[in-house]
């Protein structure tokens, strides 16, 4: 478990934490800025800034201050849910706009690698491009539906014929022995610690409305979002994580036993969700409330739904249906 853990709950429990030698690199992560050891932070920090005219002076200014994504309620009492819609990021369209911006800072070389099944790819594409870096993704089989998307935005990458993400890892190798960067959003912390923060802004748009969730349902790449969002909400509150893995196959989303790192830090109760079933969650979804919201966050959605306990639930939705559409088409 990382070192700086306790420094964060601190935060967490108490509003406020002091840096020291040892938290103030993984804060700093946290924060999004330089924090030095000495230093007090307030938790109230994380909270979103808005600007209720949306007007923006460059495209990374609108992925940093064009939030909160929104919230939207999708169950009632007793079962009351609130979905955190994250296709409202700007680049990726999903919640990897958060990872992959933390995982950019927390690296330094102007040539990046990475392995991504769709939404990093995209994100890192964009927003390599935007800071000046060169970047080459690799893409498993079962992603190539983003490779007309990187085409476009012109980044190297390869797809290779591998069904997991993980197994791609190892072509990777010689671009770092060439001198790459790999920003590896599996092993990286800054990909965990990125998702407190977003914990924060669901919990300020959660308090809006006077709640605090019993239950948080999140799906289970790289773990970063669901763990970092089941210690938070854990911590403050002594809320459930529920995570959902997939039974087949589902974008995104994989198996705990193939090797997730966060999900160990915390506590949780992993469950399966097939294919079929998340697709039930986005027709669901989508005749219930018009919105078309993409497999995984229809996986989640339906977990929510099979599940018996009375609560306030939080769900993220990690993008929408749109670039599934060959996924569709082909299935
Ligand atoms: N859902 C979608 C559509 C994703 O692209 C991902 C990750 O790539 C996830 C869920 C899982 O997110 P995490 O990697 O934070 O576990």
Redesign the pocket.
């Known amino acids: 478990m990382h070192e700086c853990l306790e420094a964060v709950a601190e935060l967490l429990r108490k509003g406020r934490v002091v840096a020291d030698d040892k938290s103030a690199p993984c804060l700093s992560l946290v924060f999004l800025r330089k924090v030095s050891s000495g230093e007090t932070l307030e938790l109230s920090e994380l909270y979103p800034a808005v600007d209720p005219y949306r007007v923006f002076e460059s495209p990374l200014e609108l992925l940093l201050k064009g939030g909160p994504t929104p919230l939207l309620k999708v169950g009632e009492r007793p079962k009351e849910a609130w979905a955190k819609l994250e296709w409202y990021n700007p680049f990726s369209r999903?919640?990897?706009d958060r990872?992959t911006y933390a995982l950019l800072r927390s690296v330094n070389g102007d040539r990046l690698v990475e392995v991504s099944?769709?939404?990093?790819a995209l994100a890192l594409s964009a927003m390599g491009l935007l800071m000046g870096k060169r970047v080459k993704v690799y893409v498993p089989t079962a992603g190539r539906y983003v490779e007309p998307f990187l085409e476009i935005y012109g980044v190297e990458h390869e797809v290779l014929d591998v069904t997991m993400t993980v197994e791609a890892l190892e072509h990777i190798r010689s671009d770092v022995a060439k001198g790459a960067v790999h920003t590896n959003q599996f092993e990286n912390d800054a990909n965990f610690f990125a998702h407190i923060r977003t914990a924060a802004e669901l919990d300020w748009q959660l308090q809006r409305r006077g709640r605090r969730p019993d239950f948080i349902v999140a799906?289970?790449?790289?773990?970063?979002?669901?763990a970092a969002l089941g210690f938070y909400f854990s911590v403050r509150y002594k809320s459930k994580l529920v995570a959902v893995q997939p039974k087949d196959w589902i974008?995104?989303?994989r198996r705990v036993e193939t090797g997730v790192k966060w999900l160990k830090w915390v506590d949780a109760e992993v469950v399966d969700v097939s294919f079929e079933e998340a697709m039930k969650g986005v027709r669901a979804l989508a005749r219930k409330f018009g919105i078309l919201a993409?497999i995984?966050s229809g996986a989640v959605y339906y977990e929510y739904l099979r599940r018996s306990e009375e609560g306030v639930y939080a769900m993220v939705f990690?993008?929408d249906l749109f670039k599934y559409y060959e996924v569709l088409r082909s299935r």
């Open positions: 999903s919640i990897k990872t099944s769709g939404n990093v799906g289970v790449g790289t773990s970063g979002h669901s974008p995104g989303l993409g995984s990690p993008d």
